[in-house]
């Protein structure tokens, strides 16, 4: 017989409302009502009912073996509107087919090469860094997740396009944020309808330069050139997209693929600058790699401790921390009875610190991810890329990126967290708030950065 689903009431309704002004943060009340009602509980607020799910077993059940009962796409949330019809709120055989077009050429692109365009631009964006300057490693982070994104996986160089795409890109990102427009959804959102100007604007040009460079198809005999080149190439390339479904691609990497790696690399920072035994052996050991040349994929295999503090740093603060859904009809969950439509919120940030699967689950300790003696928990308990289908399709990109992005930073900075409280916004993303100030001081000149110098945008 189901069971309905736990919610707040009296006696839990305070003592969570209590944790939640005490830590001043949403996530605190989730895990206080996770602490009180469980893996599953109910959200009940006008216009928003959303179901949470916490641990493995929800977690296979959404991902993989019942997955077609969950939907991503609905008409009204702002990031179908964002996104459109982008690979990430497309449902059943239209994502499956999207799916197919976009993994392979990203998947194949050539590992060297890519840790190549790492390692240079993030050198080019270091170089203007002056020693002993304080720097806020949000907006620099940021910066450089958008210039090598846009480089490595689309042969663009978005640098001096930055200025002007600045803001509409945080426009953007905000309008797909959490805010009062859950319940109120027909609150104005300025500015957002001309930032998604400028956006189209860009990427629809940069999409017919694409195409007005490539091989005629009689010249390629009707075979298409597809196969080739980087990913815009290789979607301009295949004559059964349009340049909308193309846009709704490259925008939906362009957020998805930049704003996650922002979130992993300065909430990495802002850890290792907490811990200063971690820092310095993350630095010592990135100091053990030549600095003068690109690292090689067996290099980057030797940065064990770097790894483990990237792993960690995604379970403490999974930039998605929730995988959203709604209900495809009505259905029982863990034996309770969920509506059709109902929203359903797999938890990434509570099974991530789950006390039952994680030993002092609060606590940033990089070495519950060694190859030995770690942390040894059951599959889909730790879940920072998804799993199943519809897991991250950039998971592979973001570790190398991330991993050659700390490399040349602790090769050439010294490191030193400014002193003032960060807690977690949820955005699109879990970001560190209000930035992380880090002074750096240089301790090598960088070579091998090429000519173009950074500009100067902030947040
Ligand atoms: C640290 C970096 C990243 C994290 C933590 C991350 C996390 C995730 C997660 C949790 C999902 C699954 C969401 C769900 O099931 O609802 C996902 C999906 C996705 N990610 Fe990432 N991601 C990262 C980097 C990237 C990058 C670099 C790209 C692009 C190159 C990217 C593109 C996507 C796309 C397009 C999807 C949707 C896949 C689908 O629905 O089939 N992500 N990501």
Redesign the pocket.
């Known amino acids: 017989m189901p069971t309905s689903i736990p919610t707040l009431s009296g006696e839990s309704g305070l003592a969570v409302l209590r944790r939640m002004l005490r830590e001043r943060s949403i996530l605190a009340g989730l895990a206080a009502m996770h602490a009180h009602l469980g893996r599953i509980f109910q959200i009940t607020l006008p216009n928003f009912r959303p179901v949470f799910l916490t641990g493995p077993e929800t977690n296979r059940h ?2 993989v073996t019942h997955r077609h009962d969950f939907l ?1 796409r609905t008409e009204s949330d702002p990031v179908t509107h964002l996104l459109r019809h ?3 709120v ?1 449902d059943a055989e239209s ?1 499956d087919a ?2 197919r077009q ?1 993994d392979p050429p ?1 998947q194949r692109g050539h590992v060297q090469t890519q840790i190549e365009t790492f390692w240079h631009r993030t050198g080019d964006l270091l170089t203007p860094w002056q020693d002993g300057e304080t720097r806020d490693m949000l907006v620099e982070m940021r910066k450089i997740a958008l210039v090598l ?1 846009m480089d490595a ?1 689309f042969g663009v160089d978005i640098l001096p396009d930055l200025d002007r795409l600045w803001n509409p890109i945080l426009r953007a990102i905000a309008y797909i944020s959490p805010g009062p427009w859950i319940i109120l959804p027909h609150l104005p959102r300025p500015g957002y309808a001309s930032a998604l100007r400028t956006l189209d604007e860009y990427l629809y040009g940069l999409i017919r330069t694409r195409r007005a460079s490539l091989p005629s198809p009689a010249a390629l005999g009707g075979r298409g050139a597809g196969g080739e080149g980087d990913l815009l190439t290789h979607l301009v390339s295949d004559p059964t997209l349009t340049d909308d479904l193309i846009r709704d ?1 490259f925008l ?2 362009l957020i ?3 704003d ?2 922002t ?2 690399l300065s909430w990495a920072l802002y850890l290792l600058g907490r811990h200063p035994d971690a820092l310095a052996h993350a630095t010592s050991e990135a100091r053990t790699l030549p600095a003068d040349r690109p690292p090689t994929p067996d290099d980057l295999r030797k940065l064990e401790y770097l790894d483990m503090v990237l792993k960690e740093t ?1 379970r403490l603060y ?3 921390h ?4 709604r209900a495809a009809h009505d259905m029982e969950i863990a034996g309770c009875p969920v509506e059709k439509d109902t929203r359903v919120m ?1 938890s ?1 940030y509570l099974s991530h610190r789950d006390p039952a699967h994680w030993p002092d689950p609060d606590e940033f300790r990089p070495e519950r991810f060694a190859r030995e003696g770690g942390d040894n928990v059951p599959p889909f308990t730790y ?13 592979a ?3 190398i ?2 991993k050659v992005v700390l490399l040349r930073l602790l090769q050439s900075f010294d490191l030193e967290l400014s002193p003032r409280p960060v807690h977690a916004h949820m955005g699109a ?1 879990l970001e560190p708030r209000p930035g992380v100030k880090m002074r750096v001081n240089r301790t090598l000149r960088l070579r091998g950065a090429s000519a173009q110098g950074a500009s100067d945008v902030k947040n």
Do not use: K
């Not at 879940?383 to 998971?395: L, Q, T």
């Open positions: 959404i991902l991503w982008g690979l990430l497309e994502h999207l799916r976009i990203l994104l996986l691609q939906t990497l998805a693929g930049h996650t790696s979130a992993q995604l999974p930039p998605i929730v995988g959203n859904r797999m990434i879940i920072p890329f998804g799993g199943g289908p519809r897991n991250c399709v950039g998971a990109f973001s570790q990126e991330g993303t």
